[in-house]
């Protein structure tokens, strides 16, 4: 079932949280929803749901209007980020709620719960109480509460927000693992870059309530829209209008035309890769990501001058570094409309 | 623990219990003592006899009128003011502590101004041929009104503290709001509720001020147990006014004793 949403409006009070969104989501995708807090993703995601009355435009499931539609009725599976456990209820009464509100036979709604808790691995822990239950188990019962009346369309919101780390990273895989096995069109909302880029197969990067880009990681990474969808599906450093990933930044001992002198401020070994902090004639702070090789034959040392050149940068407002606009732009790289430019190495 | 940490200690649970001991236990055992203090029979005799039984019956009556009303009432009302945030919450949120405030002669006596012989509901209550004053209807309003905040105030801060999400997630699964609420929302508030409806029942149990004004507490016809009591004091009959109060207390540490029977039953 495709879900696209047309034109969405949605203001609480002063608050614009959906400010004229459009975004299509293909049947059987794993989509991410993914921007800072106050971005409206959480509240696109809940208007899909019909939790939220949109001031304006249309939510379509597999082509039908649904935007009238009482969440009761829309058939969507919504997991919560703080789980919404029925904290009164035992894991197997969880699992069977929807199950029980559409009047199915005992038998029926015991077997589907069973298989259920097979799927979320949570077998044998049927007649406990959330209260019981580690974070992940509690969001692995909700996620399979939400699959029980087999939704057409399955909506996660930040799951895995509440989670530690190490649980966190599995889940993913996990969710991955599953909605390949399902194929249940998906949308889950996130702030976390990573997490989008690891389990999603199409990103929707949003901002104050607009879609900034969406297409594939890939895309997204290597041709961002503009500078906040670069900035925030990756590492950026600035020079003037330039945009630089810090792994497109070479360092070298000699300077040249395509060259700008910078002094090491600071050199931070994170396991393989090293962070080398410069800070330019104009006070411009940015980074550089080395390997370890890299760092040991240039043999650089906090507070030596040395030369960054940008293999690949990018501009967004199409005024050319030649044109005499900052004195701290890179030399090198020419753009053109906007577009992103390369320099030859 | 230094030794005056272990003073200091020892200092504060003497003050505590003793400020229990002196305050609550001692007025409450001594009343027991006094009224067994010449065997079962005396209270007894009171206790059965027309005008207590009568009392006894009455009170039970108050109970299963307002404490019903007012618990379906303070639910509705909780989540009013908790769910469906309005324009004049806050306001309504101010009334419900009004029985807190006023002192029940006074509501008591407002009752009077509203339905009394010279008051605004007479004229039509009267051509309808319905008694308010003086009688039952009287008196289970009195008892309504001293009694409304209770099951507001013990259940809209577990209403607060359970949120939504467990209410959304319900929708989501299909269940429409009748079904929210009887499988989702009154069974996480429902400790709260019962504590309101506990504190509901003691206090309508217990009433006097309100009731007395309105009731004209005639023997036989419009008493209830404490204004019982309170003839058989005026009335020097101590064992029946001693007898009458310890059934009244009794029957409000049953109502605790049950809630705690329960709330124990389904944690086990």
Known sequence: MGISVEGAFKSFGDFQALNDVSIEVPDGSLTALLGPSGSGKSTLLRAIAGLETLDAGQVLIDGEDVSKKPVQKREVGFVFQHYAAFKHMTVFENVGFGLKIRKQEKAKISARVHELLDLVQLHGLADRYPSQLSGGQRQRMALARALAVEPQVLLLDEPFGALDAKVRKDLRAWLRNLHEEMHVTTIFVTHDQEEAMDVAGQLVVMNEGRVEQSGSADELYEKPANEFVMSFVGEVNRLGDHFVRPHDMEVVLDADERTEEGMVQRIVALGFEIRVEFVLADGTEVWAQLTRSELQRLELEEGQIAYLRPIQAKSFNGTSPDDGSGASTPRGPQDGDGAEVSAAV | ?268
């Not at chain 2, 324009?87 to 405030?101: H, K």
């Not at chain 2, 004229?123 to 003086?134: C, K, N, R, W």
């Open chain 2, 1 to 268: 623990m230094t030794a005056s940490g272990t003073t200091s200690r020892w200092g504060l649970r003497v003050a505590g219990l003793g400020y229990i001991a002196l305050l609550l236990l001692a007025p409450l055992v001594l009343i027991f003592y006094k009224t067994f203090e010449h065997g079962l029979a005396p209270p007894l005799d009171a206790i059965t006899s027309p005008d207590g039984l009568h009392a006894l019956k009455l009170t039970l009556i108050m109970v299963a009128i307002a404490v019903p009303l007012n618990t379906v009432f303070g639910i509705g009302c909780a989540l009013l003011l908790v769910r469906h945030r309005i324009r004049g919450s806050a306001l309504v949120d101010a009334v419900i502590n009004l029985p807190f405030a006023i002192s029940p002669v006074v509501i008591g006596l407002s009752l009077f101004l509203l339905y009394g012989t010279t008051g605004w509901f007479e004229p039509g209550l009267s051509e309808a041929g319905i008694e308010i004053l003086f009688s039952v209807p009287g008196m289970v309003l009195a008892s309504i009104f001293v009694s409304l905040p209770f099951v507001v105030r013990e259940t809209v801060p577990v209403l607060q503290e359970i949120g939504t999400e467990q209410e959304q997630a319900a929708e989501t699964l299909g269940a429409n709001a009748w079904q929210v609420f009887w499988r989702i929302t009154l069974p996480s508030i429902r400790w709260g509720v019962a504590y309101g409806v506990v504190l509901t029942t003691a206090r309508v149990l217990g009433e006097f001020g309100a009731v007395s004004v309105v009731s004209g507490s005639i023997s036989g016809q419009t008493q209830t147990l404490p204004l019982f009591v309170e003839k058989q004091y005026e009335n020097f009959n101590l064992p029946g006014a001693f007898g009458a109060s310890v059934l009244l207390a009794l029957l409000a540490l049953s109502t605790l004793l049950a809630m705690n029977f329960l709330k124990r039953k389904e944690d086990a």
